[in-house]
């Protein structure tokens, strides 16, 4: 994996070197191991910028460089990501008369495109963002991968356009406008990030996942290229569909396992990231090195299954302990997220990563097993709520209803009384709204007692429900569940776990790869009825049945416990003061987001134990303390601007 940046200009104006000097320095992390800068003026094209961060993986010599060329200089790349099925490629492209100078998958995508431009992408494999400058056709091409592993962002300024992996190399050009989109802060409160192809500000864009964009002097083209259809379903048997699961996965593990440097995998202890490991031992000649992360708190501590299965596949393997040190981490949490990102399980993966990258440089994951296979409770409770819905409306408001009201607020969310509420205040609804209420942050009643008017006059109509309801409408799917998986794969998917996986990893110059999200896998696993994904109350169904034998029971009967940080009983303990002095703070208030008296409140109801507002907190702490990193302290966004945190004292409460 690498970083990658650059800028194309119609004006007339030549590229300036440092400029794009300097947004590649903003990626070192992501590629500490090569620099590359291509920049040209011609009188009668475009002038364009091309910078590259190389993380060595594969074809650990220089002649793997970024930029690369084709063989006679009209064509320019820079690539982040992997071609899992490059070589196959390669041989291809041999046989109809290519050269090639590198054993790189970089190389591939070039002569790729030369014989096919755009339609290339229909036949790479694995995750990437790059960047073509095409002479002949005087174009630009973007493109990101299917999934939406790799991150693409890119600011139309003028006549000119810039791209980058990160948003910070964005802001290096001073031209790009840094008005804040209020919109984006809806949906950050709401989703925990901000989704594509928004960015918390109105003049930066991302590329979608599946979609390539075509930039030259008519302006830009933004095409979808690749769909999952569920729409066709297997007629295999329930045994033969778990051999085919389970051939799939194998493929999908052992191309991701290619590699010239050091390779391990992180284990939750989980069922995917326990799959994983258990298919790299049976395909590795040598002992996998495996790495955990757990926590002082026992309920967010799953370390034990960890061992176990480390145990069970002789791993290498590491565990590491984190305790609340936030006030060290968050920092750097600040900056490498880029914007407001506030997935409190970014806190463990980025502490496991860093812990990881000391030993190996490419690590697998579990990440996908859900979205493929039904693995979160919200798809049975959506089963059980139009369960609920078929009672006799006088017994559902007579007697089930009133339970809402006896139940008592939780302090922790990890609690049964929390998740049966929370159920029982969505099964009356209609199957969207239920999900959206399942799965938001602050929900619209939180955000409409938060927000000042100034922010509420700011929003569009519909807000952050119109953003999901777009994406559950385009699925036009009979079946519940499979409605449900789509708008997770175009939401929750690539706009959190991708992000938090992508940016985790590469903040340490780490490679992360994922084989449950192989588009080939998915593309097979979208054809499982979705009978055999939820089985009774079993999720997973035909997953847990295709590894049975193979993955400990104790494992595969275990229930969902999720990458979770303790973070209520940090905001009630070590935490309290940050949470105060953050979000009571002049400056925070002195934005005009946010009421006050509402900040107060929710503070003060969470440290008393009343409710948990952990995840409210968290995303309230990112948001403000994204503004005083990059745009507080200007486009360079330097990581000092919160190096007086453990100054900061309580404003107010105690």
Known sequence: ???????????????NRFLIEKMNDMLVHRGPDASGVFVRSDDDLPAVGLGHRRLKV????????????????????????????????????????????SRSDTETVIHLY???????????????????????????????????????????VGRSLLFASELKAILQDEAVPRSVDMNAIDLFLTYLCVPSPLTILRSVKKLPP????????????????????????????EKDCANQVLELLQEATRLRMVSDVPLGAFLSG???SSTVVALMSRMSPQ??????????????????????????????????????????ILPGLIWHYGEPYSDSSAIASFYLAQKTAEEVVVALNGDGGDENFAGYERYLAGRMADTYQSLPFFLRRAILKPLIDFLPGEATRKNRIYRIKRFLEAADKDALTRHYMWVSG????????????????ALTAGGAYAYLEDIYQNAQLPDLVDRLLWTDIHSNLPEDLCVKMDIATMAHSLEGRSPFLDHRFMEYTAQIPSALKIKGRTLKYILKRALTGIVPDAVLRRPKMGFGVPLNYWFRGKLKNLAVSVLLDQKTI??????????????????KGAHDYSYHIWSLITLELWHRMFLDEGPSGQKEALADLGELRPAGME
């Open 1 to 15: 994996m690498c970083g990658i940046c650059g800028k194309i200009d119609f004006s007339g104006r030549p590229v």
């Open 58 to 101: 594969i074809d650990l010599s220089d002649s793997a460089n970024q930029p690369m060329t084709n063989e006679d200089g009209t064509i320019q790349i820079v690539f982040n990501g992997e071609i899992y099925n490059f070589e196959e490629l390669r041989q291809e492209l041999i046989g109809k008369g290519h050269s090639f100078r």
């Open 114 to 156: 030369e014989e096919e431009g755009v339609g290339c992408l229909k036949r790479l494999r694995g995750p990437f963002a790059f960047a073509i400058w095409d002479k002949g056709r005087s174009r630009l091409f973007l493109a990101r991968d299917r999934i939406g592993k790799k991150p693409l962002y890119y600011a139309a």
């Open 210 to 237: 599946a979609h390539y964009m075509v930039y030259d002097r008519r302006g830009a083209t933004v095409q979808r290229y690749w769909q999952l259809d569920f729409r066709k379903k297997t007629t295999l048997k």
């Open 270 to 272: 989980g069922i995917d």
């Open 287 to 328: 002992r996998i090195k495996t790495f955990s992360i757990g926590f002082e708190e026992g309920s967010y501590n799953e370390t034990h299954f960890a061992r176990l299965v480390a145990d069970t596949f002789q791993t290498e393997h590491r565990t590491f302990i984190v305790k609340p040190d936030i006030l060290q």
């Open 442 to 457: 602050f929900a619209d009643r939180d955000k409409e007692a938060l927000f000042t008017d100034s922010t509420k006059q």
């Open 590 to 607: 002195g934005r005009n987001y946010f009421k006050k008296e509402a900040l107060e409140t929710l503070l003060a109801r969470h440290i």
